[in-house]
């Protein structure tokens, strides 16, 4: 969330990459395509890249992955005419989901999502996306390629997008990006279940611990998904030149996949919340018990030991200890009172 | 709610079947009617069905139980000419409840609700409606007869059903499920009095689990009423062709009946929280008050046990043991000090 | 708020009486007036009642108290002119408050209240209204004569209702329940107010039940009020032709009542939330000043104990056992190490 | 908060006064100036005041203490043609905050705060003011000079009042009050500072009722300031004749301060949750500290007793009994036993 | 958050200081800039300042640091036709952030933040900036150059600010102390996140009152952000003259910023809450064990006690006694006691 000290006092639309270097070489997919033609390269020195102007009629992508070389972030945004605000927000890993519509073209900031079951951390990675008419370019933080099954479904020709514009594309690409966010709250829910499962099972000290990491996760999401519901929102309801009306019932439907994924994790964090408080519950009435059963032991013991005081004290004349059998009688009213206190508390259900 | 993984990465409008197969066997019902005519028939073979359009004046409809086959759904779709938006949703079990206008029909999404209360659990099935003009088609995942009623209610031409065109029917089988809600809610609610019950006249340990699984199971209801109210709400306000105005008021009626539901549902969520604060509550009184009992049993015997330490001990010179009546002496002061104890403890409320 | 469960799988417009019959006999009161004239007459035989249709420029009220008769609730509505769909509202004693507009006329849902403060519970009765120009029905479960006030006031030609026309007097008689309402929560406040001296003053075991009880009305009582603050909302800006615009201004006082009514009720709710936080602060305050007290009597014992069994022990050489005041001493000792003991607690103000 | 039980089932417009009669004489001020003209006058007496119609360029300024004389009131309604709901509201000390505009005139209802730092209660006052073009009365409960700066500004011809209409007059006097909220609520920030400071630094068993207390008053106060910045908010946009639109500058600016109150009572009572929460978190801390040392005690001892309750039986043959300097030992043993449990439970930080 | 005393019963635009002289020098820097000119004075002496009026397609900007001589500001605003209910917000410390649209120019009041790590509280400075077409004055309450950055990038005319006019400056400047919070925010989340670690570990007595400071700072953050983030909002969609169209798209993208502070705020706020969650439940979690661990001590030496208490009574006739191996016998049975409880406590995880 954080955004780097070295941006403040900059003029808007510095472009100052604020994250961490997290891929050594940057490369940039070029792919350009209508229904019937396909052109592919990839510029595994991005200093090398051919810039094309997208022909008419085909649709021209450029997915960089890698955006830490600022200067060239730079030398691309000259060369397709993109908004100096738009190449600050490329760079800068801490923004936070949005649509905006510009003069010359829309741009989308969307975070991609992984869930690490290990540690328990979702991993979030800056994603931006930028279309016009017939051209667009995405940026990632990492080489994973994540928008490998579009790249696929064009290749194949699978379904309309090989007959349909830079809008859809756009559209496939977050659509993707949404897709994967069902897979990490999955993971979440079967995590949340073997919580569940544990906290009723037996009380695990570190339980509380994990708890605690998942729902500050959720929270952390969940700031990041609400922004992006509004934009997909945004999105679906555009009257922007550069997407078409037919293309908007598409958007639509991803923008109810949007609140539906906000749903799953409001009703998460509700479920991790009803956990906590079950946890909670479940260790004091353990605890209680404990103490309970320890207590009613002391208690028992206690007017024994008393018993036992009295006739260890040394007065001259206490006749019950010259009797015979006065030490077996007192063995025996001991007995009695142990069983009766025993038989008491197991009525009141105290044991 | 989960989607299944096997969709990610898949262009809009494929047909996936994200449930279980819950029947063996897929039935299709066709019935068309208008005020006077009626002609039924079923499909015990799916793939059998003959598909009629429908006439000029009269309503068809297709009501087809069990989803799994989308090969079929999808000639099924193209036979009615269905976008395929709507097949995906048809066979996609965890869509959420919705609305939605497309250009030649109406889709309406919804649970249909069943409260296991062995289990204390809410079983849902996903219900799916299209409509136009003069004709219908309806989805469910099992082969229970949802719509029997109306079903009945047409061969027997009660009400003003058979009057009426395809929008109305759509209206009345969401009518129809809605109405099961409150079913579903009463039971919730008989189940909430016999945990307050339980609650206020014994403590029982597994209520608190119970109290936790019913509170989670109207967490999930209500995120899947939320949006149908919502749904309902688009629909009552539609200015779609294929609704006709004068039904309007029905399906307003509809939508009064679901903020009702949701009304209830939020309800007994706030019950539940109030029946956990009383739950806790008393099961810490009780606690306390064994305790405090406990600890004052233990408080009386521990200075009486203190005295008898005291003439216990083996000095050479302590006049008291001399005495003769030293040791009744000591009986009776410890006696005063016990009954002095108690009647302390009984003023100051305490026992 | 349960809906009984005959009516799932009815038609809408069914009437249906799905509550429990309160009242014998239906009694039908009706009164024709106008600012000269008066006409009343009550049939005790409800089925015996003359239906007079309205004269030009005089208000018709039919008063009928009991709806079980659901048949004659159709002949009613027959003659009159009634919706199906308003009828069917007019039995069900579960409906939610609401306001609604017909073609032919306008309806009211509305709940009057009755607080009874042995059981601590609120009553509620379903209260219906249809008004056009010159005509008004209303429906009362009971025999109680909500209205008297309103009929009195009729009677003697008191205010300006006797120069008004049906609008008003409708609003006149929402005006009348709602003040009720003012009632109803005065005597909650006074529960409120006896419980948190209760509270302050000695910890009774069965305020936390009151207290529970009183909340959970309150949250029945919002969800009731709550929707009757939307109508009367909608009923203050209506343009229906039956709703003279000069009228408006009183229904706006009284939306500003309900208003009033709904802020009461969520203070009295936040007012039990900080009683019962206040309630289990007093109780754990209490609780630990006992247990505390207690604990330090057994703390201030056991060194004493121990001090006594030292010398209780039996070894052949213990000089102190010799020594001819040595019992005098150890008491000494034993009295200075309890003061001591004492005066630390106190200081600590443990005591 | 209440509303007298004698309303209940009165026709609108019934000036009934529902307050404590709260001053002996009704006092009357009279004032008429323009900017270079000033008449004023006092009627002790308020049957004897004598009613000037408002002259041309002028404005004429009625301020009322004490509203329990309803007749007299209603006089001066009949007199100046003011709408009988207006003086219904002006009788009614429980009417909530708001702005009405009438045909003839506009009405606000508002309160005037005073802290009483003894009791710790907030006293409040019922204020009404109701003004057209050149004409002003205001109601007050008491005889508390509340607009005493305002006459002074007027009279001393301070800032441009003597310039402006009875709209801006409406609105000084509305900002006079609004500017004393102010001051009562600096005063309640003391109190909360002063608290925390107790809560911090020594546990006072008043503290709870003190904090429950405030909650309580801020609830109040809340109910009160949230309709009062509905008011001023319509009030800033009326477009009202009686209201200058060069004035509505100010009255924005008047809505400013109600939303910066509204601000502040919400972060009071936000701050006093927090105190609370740190107040229990305190209580339980330093229970528990010195629980936590009473029980370290008791076992430090409870091993000691057990190893001298061995050498206090009688056995026959116990050769450490024997033994010279057995005594010794087992006074060295235990006092090692002491001390390492001591050094234990230091390193364990449990002392 | 206070507003003096001294202010109530003014006149509005009554320009009053009311906060703490914290500038012994006002000082007054001068600057006036188009893309090819610059000029820029230092004024130490505030009184001397010379006032020019700004030439046509020129930016002049009057900084004035130092707001106590409310007299000067008073001629400032009278030379420089400034409103007077501006002048009494730039003079009154505890003004929220808003922005104001005048007929001559437009008002920004904002709050500059400053974090104090030690004593963990957040600083702030009331910072009000009035403006027109191409004339500017910003008032600070201190001397610490806030602006600096700003006005080097003036000087060394880095971006395109001395294209644009006073609009473009004003952002510039709000965003400059917008992209300050990023600062103060971050440091809190250290914080947080020192303290996280601090609870995890150990339980630190002071954590909660840390906790609770700076939850206090927060909301206290929270109520100042929350109108900036309204403010701004208005700022960017204003159709002042003031404000150039093409400059609105880089006020949205500060509104972003601000959007993005609220919700860093807001997710600190819920972190913090959980972390003390966290907190409480960790010190109930170790006292527990503790007085387990404890309980449990006792629990195994009370049975052992009472054992010894057994023989060490006085009956003549105990045949126990006088078995030669009877001390060794017991002995032998205490210690089988002593480690079956232990195992036992061991098997139900209590130790």
Do not use: C
Request: no cysteine.
């Amino acid at each position: 969330m954080r955004r780097k000290q070295t941006k403040t006092g900059l003029p808007p639309g510095s472009v100052i990459f604020t994250g961490h270097k997290k891929v050594e070489e940057i490369i940039i997919h070029y792919l350009q395509y209508d229904s019937e033609y396909l052109d592919q390269r990839t510029f595994e020195n991005h200093a090398e890249t051919v810039f094309h102007q997208s022909q008419e009629g085909k649709v021209a992508w450029y997915d960089m992955r890698g955006i830490h070389d600022t200067e060239f972030i730079q030398v691309l945004g000259k060369t397709f005419d993109v908004h100096s605000l738009i190449l600050e927000d490329v760079a800068d890993v801490h923004q936070r989901p949005k649509f905006e519509e510009y003069e010359k073209g829309n741009f989308i900031s969307i975070r991609a999502l992984k869930f690490n079951r290990t540690s328990g951390k979702i991993l979030t990675e800056h994603v931006t996306i930028y279309f016009r008419k017939e051209f667009i370019i995405t940026f990632q933080e990492t080489d994973s390629d994540l928008f490998n099954a579009i790249r696929q479904r064009i290749q194949s020709s699978k379904g309309k997008i090989r007959h349909k514009g830079a809008d859809y594309l756009a559209y496939a690409l977050v659509d993707a990006l949404v897709d994967n966010y069902y897979l990490v709250l999955e993971e979440i829910e079967d995590v949340i279940e073997s919580l569940e499962e544990k906290v009723i099972n037996n009380q695990d000290a570190n339980i509380k611990g994990k708890i605690h990491g998942l729902k500050k996760e959720l929270l952390i999401l969940r700031k990041s998904i609400s922004p992006l519901r509004e934009a997909i929102g945004r999105f679906s309801k555009t009257d922007s030149p550069f997407v078409e009306e037919s293309n908007l019932v598409f958007i639509r439907d991803l923008y109810d996949h949007t609140i539906q994924v906000m749903d799953m994790v409001d009703t998460y964090r509700d479920m991790l919340n009803g956990l906590q408080d079950l946890f909670l519950t479940e260790v004091s009435f353990r605890m209680n018990k404990v103490m309970q059963l320890l207590t009613l032991i002391s208690t028992i013991f206690i007017p024994l030991t008393f018993l036992a005081g009295i006739y260890g004290m040394n007065f001259k004349y206490m006749p019950e200890l010259e009797w015979e059998y006065g030490y077996f009688v007192l063995l025996g009213l001991m007995a009695v009172i142990f069983v009766g206190l025993l038989i008491y508390f197991k009525r009141k259900k105290w044991i």
